[in-house]
């Protein structure tokens, strides 16, 4: 059964807004999760290769759900966060638009189609036994609200220079490494993901009754953020 979490939000609503009034975000696995305003529909590091170094596997349903005509946006191409074959299987399938590392000024871009909505990249480390990989994260505003989604660095100084993030979607070692750092984070709330299985008790012991984070330990849990009009 799905979970529900939701924030609300108040603000001054603009013309143009979807018709589902609210933001909804689905934690698929990893760092995969799905984003819609019921009009369009952005998938995160989604599809990966199901079970791919150990993390979270997936139901071959998940991809027969995906949305048609959705864009597709990648931090980066390791199989824990990105699958070609897939892909490529979606794309054929149901269409849509795919961005990442190699098309990084294109994704910034999408505002210019795309009413409400702005993204920003930014390149941040990722560094696996001493190699360097190609490796973005995102602040989207999205109806005003502010959304950033990490994917796998494990540095938290980008975000630290950020003010008013409403939902901040991190792995635990980036609130980990901002502690030991003594690194301050402006965000209202916190969603930990890519979650080892075996993790997912601990996280919810640790995380699970703190207020302003959020471990994501359940696929298939949505949280919404419901943006009030006056």
Known sequence: MKRIFTLIFCLIMTVGLSQ??????????????????GTTNF????PYKSGAHGYMEFNDSELDSIQENSIFIFTH????????????????NKGGQTYGVSNISELEKLGESIENFEIQAFKTDHTVFGISFRHYS???TWHNKKIYLSGDTTEPETLSQMEEIDLAF????ILKNAKDQNITIDAKMFAIY????EQIPSAKENWGEVENIRPMVEQGEIITIELETD
């Open 43 to 46: 998938y995160i590091d989604f």
């Open 194 to 197: 890519h979650l080892y299985p």
């Open 170 to 173: 991190v792995p635990y070692w």
């Open 77 to 92: 191409n390791h199989s824990d966060h990105y699958s070609k074959k897939n892909l490529k299987k979606v794309m054929k």
């Open 138 to 140: 995102y602040l989207i």
């Open 20 to 37: 589902s009034k609210e933001i909804q975000i689905e934690f698929i696995g990893n760092c995969g999760l799905h984003m819609t305003d």
